[in-house]
């Protein structure tokens, strides 16, 4: 195949670049710095390219992994001094000078991770008088202490008899026997909740304790718990008056139920029978890589529960486990980390849309290989899904490299748009065999995703219709989301893709575009915005909902368009950029509020571009705060955290996403103003007077 080049287009706008005229709101200058920062990341983006074609940038999250894993190899026995030293010197490096460890970067201290952090420690030998381990133990009692912390820490803790069971909420292993029309049983949580919660049935069951060399009482700070009373309290009614309320009676009653269930005949007719049907399911959801999910929490705790079960280390299943585990370890500069999820089929699919976006030619063979990869990571197995869907026939992607059980929705409709984007223009030299099979797997992921909507027309990441809200009213579930309702970046991910396909002539597609179209109106928020759920925050929701609607045929003009594009030029930083603090999620007054970002600048241009507004004001200075942001080897520095796990709770910082998003916004950006700007010298300034396309 041909070396990859960039189109015509893109030559264009670099040509004649001496010229200082101003055009179409700009200058030649000014394109030709952006066409040369977009070749530079271009560049650095293929440098990053693994042998076999993929991408797979680091996934960044907090120290809560790291000291997990240590506690987690200190549970199994396994914990190793250079392991340990290595670790420890990681979330050393992480803490901050007044003590604490915050859950992303530069946001506020955070109770439970200082208290998983400071133990860590501890158990890495650090003494609770050296200045940094005290400063940790003064917040965390000024905080309210071990007893306000998050249920999983005092679960952690729990472990090593640093706290009591008792104290923990209720988690019965009898919930596995729960029909799926029952509210609360495992397929009312969503996927990553209801892998955690059946594992730790097991744990809880099993009430282990395992004490450490130390005690941790310089953390209490004397207070009550936010849990569950103490079992076996007396309920009021009072606690009747709502759902919270009811389900803190239930969970009285079921530790009433624990002790009940210590007896030999309850221990024979549903205990054991209950933890060997837990034992059953977490088998039959262990991945090709040894883990659950492809993400930490599940995979942990599973490896906990089965080491209860009895299962040796050396046993297949748990050594396969603890092998797959360390493969999401990093280690270099003689410290050691872990990523709580690996990300590579969503790191290929955007690196191939956006190097679509920047005009490399669909005949390059690196664009081939990554295509190659992709359609190897297909899956044709029936998951979890399918327990609403049980008539839809498999297809789509996962976000991992292995996780047939949950192939996610947004990750398959942004691969989709990644097979057609690399392969449009290259059809002629595929070949017949090649184009059968992107062809194939393209309708079997097409079809998959428009069958798995919800009743009220959006998307969720991983199943449908997974909406119970009473989940996250129990005394357990204070960790964040519980459930995988629709939400407005899926959902527009989705309707861009199958917009994408009923242009190219796919048949059958305009109900379920117009029931998402009509979703994502619904769900504007007043000030124009959209709110983002897997990524920070309304400027991350915004950059995807405006293209989805523009591609589903909204006009340029649209009132709702409108709203969007004022609510984008009212948060623009001085500078250019666009940045929201992860503190949206939790406080209004930082909605589209932050340090300008790479990736959120990228994504406020992919909204104007989509909307119409590539050559106006706001879209050029962030275009050019992108060029004069640019480090030397073509990539960006991005420290904030711009994805999101569960909202208010865990964040993540893709290491790709400075990258990968920079030049798909850089690209279409180039390839607007190209056109405007030749229209432009033709025919005068069209805009003159317009002060939303005043010279920068």
Known sequence: MRAGRRRRRGAEVVAGAEEEAAVGGGTRSELADVSAALGRATDHLFSLQHVDGYWKGELETNVTMDAEDLLLREF???????GTKASAAWIRSQQRSDGTWSNYYEGPADLSTTIEAYVALRLAGDATTEPHMAKAAEYVREAGGLERSRVFTRLWMALFGLWSWDDLPALPP???????????????????????????????????????????????AGGSSPASGPAGALATLSELRDARGALRLLDKVLHGYERLARLPLVQAGLRQP???????????????????????????????????????LDHPVMAKGLAGLESFTIKEDGVRRLEACQSPVWDTALALIGLADAGIDAGDERVARSVEWLLGEEITVRGDWAVRKPQLAPGGWAFEFANDNYPDIDDTAEVILALRRATEHARGELGGERLTAVDGAVQRGRDWVAGMVSKDGGWAAF????????????????????????????????????AYEAAAGAAGLGG??????????????????WFGRWGANYVYGTGAVVPALVAAGTT???????????????????????GEDMRS????????????????????????VAAGEADGAVARRAARWLARTQQPDGTWDEPWYTGTGFPGYFYINYHLYRLVFPVSALGRWLAAVGDTDRAAAGAGTAAAGDPSRAEI
Not at 176 to 185: E, G
Not at 463 to 477: G, I, Q, S, V
């Open 463 to 498: 199943d449908a219709d997974n909406t119970r809200e009473l989940c996250k009213k129990l005394p357990f579930c204070d960790f964040g989301a519980v459930i995988d309702p629709p939400s407005a970046d899926v959902t527009a991910h989705v309707v861009e893709m199958l």
């Open 556 to 578: 340029k003009g649209d009132a709702r368009l409108g709203g969007a594009v004022r609510w984008l030029a009212q948060h623009q930083n001085a500078d250019g950029g666009f």
């Open 174 to 220: 009898e919930v596995i026997f729960l029909p799926r029309w029952f509210p609360l049983n495992v397929y009312d949580f969503a996927c990553w909740a209801r892998q955690t919660i059946v594992a730790l049935t097991v744990v809880a069951a099993h009430r282990p304790s395992r004490p450490l060399r130390f005690g941790i009482e310089e953390l209490r």
């Open 512 to 529: 379920a575009i117009d029931g998402g179209v009509r979703w994502l109106e619904r769900s504007q928020e007043a000030d124009g915005s």
């Open 274 to 312: 209950a933890l060997a049907a837990a034992e059953r399911w977490i088998l039959r959801r262990q991945e090709a890589d040894g883990g659950w999910g492809g993400i930490q929490p599940p995979w942990v705790y599973s490896l906990m529960a089965l080491s209860l079960r009895g299962y040796q």
């Open 76 to 82: 199994l026995g396994i914990r190793d001094e250079a």
């Open 585 to 608: 999620y939790v406080d209004d007054d930082w909605r589209g509020r932050g340090a300008s970002t790479p990736s959120q600048t990228a994504w406020a241009i992919l909204a104007l």
